[in-house]
């Protein structure tokens, strides 16, 4: 079946134009609040139609494949119908951009912006973008629309006027879409950068500049009051299109350093953090964690302003030298350090100037030092060794002077522990007295010509003896004739009942030929040897709670399969009298299993004759 919406947005056909849908929307909404009214959505009808029964419906099945959910390029496939080209008053117009132009028409009237009466209309089209943004071809076609200013101006209306933050509310779905699309720009400015300089213009850095003041002022009302889960989720997701909003305009990246330099002011006084400037930090943090490399201003600023160079006084002041690492005052002050240290990691992200000056002032080495497992406080140890593995990782080299510096250190470390390894190897050996050592170890790297002269171990060269087993081999010992050739081994068999015809009877000239119960082996083929089975019955019958059954524990060895006889399999070093003995257990045994009398030749005779027939069939020999 297949099911056909009508009056929304929501409800695409191809059965009809889809320009109507958009028109009878939104001049419908419009309608209801030029008039004042309440506005109320019209339901959903939804027209099931079965295929196939009375031959109504001839639309082919949608069939939804499973990984739909996993990738939203599929699940939001629908939303490429809002590129399509419709007429909209004699005008070709996609989708996308009869909503930009709603939008932006609304963003005119401020008033008619903040009716209660219009939330209705913005939620259903935000919902809309939300569903198009989830895609590649929904974003670009976003972008191209410039909906992100339009966007970024209802955002910041609504929350200024909005003191009940809703748990899905309007602004988390706007913050979701501008970020996918600030995101997917700042990737292609990234591309446009490394070919020609990107151009801009005024209008642009004093829309940047109010958008920052204006997303700021609502950070620090939200910041001020007492924090849910809702806000510090709107606290978030403003953070996070702060840099892309900011660009690479220096008055917008100077108001956000403005906005956050008091709360950076102990740093330059060496003085504690109070609690309640720790939230500004930590956001600031969060700022320079997510910038993007081709967006430096930020960096920028914070270096200008002297704000890099107080971090270092201030870590050169708890951390005087390497000895201070795990000093008390170093504990004391765990948590202000571990601030300035992440900062100082988000500032010197892409920035090879922040680098140099960090490498330079001796903090690196101080940082290095901390990124060790001797460190006592963990916090700080995480920290540090994030800075270092940064700045080491090949794909973020900025500053090659800074990244050779630091992997010579870990390769000459890494050289040194092997050399601690390797003496202590040989002191072990030499304490057991199956070692010696000339007086200079070779060193390839060290292109020294001294070589290690190390005689092996009686116990090693014994094992180098012993011979592995490559034949059949007992599941007790795990010996088997290579290694055992005169140890008679055998398998496992069940030998079930079966209809044979009379010996008597067949090889007489009688027309009618009686039958009795023979046997048929089967066999999992789990080999052992004859005195291993002894030997384990034997053990078995004086446990606590003995095994009188002998083929009851040989059904544990035999893969927990059942079993009721042994079946010898002579070797070439086998003494005959051995061999004699186990194949007179096996033939004792289809005998006392079949229970009819008959001559233990003729029994085996019929065992093989079915083993044949299973063979002949390809039949299983274990079932």
Not at 51 to 60: F, H, L, Q, R, S
Not at 256 to 283: G, M, N, Q, T
Request: glycine share 4%.
């Amino acid at each position: 079946f297949f099911f056909q919406a009508e009056d929304g947005i929501r409800d695409f056909c191809l059965s009809r134009g889809l320009g109507d849908v958009y028109k009878r929307q939104i001049e419908h909404l419009r309608q209801q609040v030029a008039e004042g009214q309440e506005i109320q959505m019209a339901p959903m009808i939804i027209v099931y139609r079965l295929k196939g029964v009375d031959g109504e419906a001839t639309e082919n099945h949608v069939q939804i494949s499973d990984d739909m959910d996993k990738d939203p390029e599929k699940k939001f496939a629908l939303a490429r119908a809002f590129g399509e080209l419709i007429t909209v008053n004699t005008v070709q117009m996609t989708g996308l951009q009869v909503i930009a132009e709603e939008l932006h028409r609304l963003n005119q009237d401020k008033q008619m912006l903040k009716s209660p009466q219009v939330r209705p209309l913005i939620k259903v089209i935000i919902r809309n973008l939300l569903y198009t943004s989830k895609i590649q071809f929904g974003r670009a076609q976003m972008t191209q629309a410039n909906l992100v200013q339009d966007l970024l101006k209802i955002l910041l209306l609504f929350l200024a006027s909005t003191h009940e933050i809703e748990e899905e509310s309007i602004e988390d779905h706007i913050l979701t879409i501008i970020d996918s699309l600030l995101t997917e720009e700042s990737e292609q400015n990234l591309e446009v950068a490394s070919q020609m300089e990107v151009e801009t213009s005024n209008e642009e850095r004093e829309a940047s500049l109010e958008n920052i003041s204006s997303c700021l002022q609502r950070i620090g009302q939200l910041l001020t009051t007492s924090m849910n889960t809702q806000k510090r989720r709107l606290v978030r997701g403003l953070l996070k299109i702060i840099p892309y909003v900011t660009k690479n305009y220096e008055d917008s990246a100077l108001t956000v350093v403005e906005f956050f330099e008091p709360s950076l002011r102990p740093f330059a006084h060496f003085e504690d953090l109070k609690p309640e400037l720790i939230i500004y930090v930590e956001s600031l943090i969060e700022i320079l964690e997510i910038t993007p490399k081709n967006y430096q201003m930020i960096r920028n600023c914070l270096l200008k302003r002297d704000i890099i160079e107080n971090l270092l006084n201030y870590v050169r002041n708890v951390l005087t030298d390497e000895s201070m690492i795990n000093s008390e005052a170093v504990q004391k002050g765990e948590r202000d350090l571990n601030l300035a240290l992440r900062l100082l990691h988000g500032s010197l992200i892409g920035h090879g100037e922040i680098q140099n000056l960090v490498f330079e002032s001796g903090i690196l080495m101080l940082i290095y030092k901390l990124s060790h497992i001797s460190t006592k406080s963990r916090l700080l140890g995480r920290t540090a060794e994030s800075i270092i593995e940064h700045l080491i990782n090949q794909k973020f080299v900025v500053n090659k002077e800074v990244h050779e510096f630091l992997k010579s250190k870990r390769d000459a470390e890494k050289n040194e522990r092997k050399l601690l390894a390797e003496k202590k190897r040989l002191a072990i050996l030499s304490r057991m007295g199956r070692g010696t050592q000339s007086t200079a170890m070779e060193e390839e790297k060290q292109s020294e010509s001294s070589k290690m002269v190390i005689e092996k171990p009686r116990f090693q060269l014994d094992l180098e003896k012993i011979q592995e087993e490559i034949g059949l081999k007992c599941i007790v010992c795990q010996e088997g004739y290579t290694l055992a050739p005169k140890d008679l081994l055998g398998i496992y068999v069940y030998a079930k009942k079966v209809m044979i015809p009379k010996e008597k009877d067949f090889v007489s000239d009688r027309k009618t030929v009686s039958n009795v119960q023979g046997t048929s082996s089967l066999t999992h083929f789990t080999v052992i040897h004859f005195k291993c089975h002894n030997t384990a019955v034997e053990n078995e019958r004086k446990l606590r709670k003995p095994k009188f059954d002998e083929w009851e524990g040989a059904t544990i060895r035999n893969s927990h399969t059942k079993c009721n006889n042994w079946l010898p399999i002579k070797g070439a070093a086998v003494p005959q009298g051995d061999y004699d003995v186990g194949l007179k257990k096996f033939l004792d045994g289809i005998g006392n299993i079949s229970g009819s009398g008959e001559s233990k030749l003729w029994l085996l005779i019929n065992d093989l004759r079915y083993l044949l027939k299973r063979l002949s069939m390809k039949e299983d020999l274990s079932k």
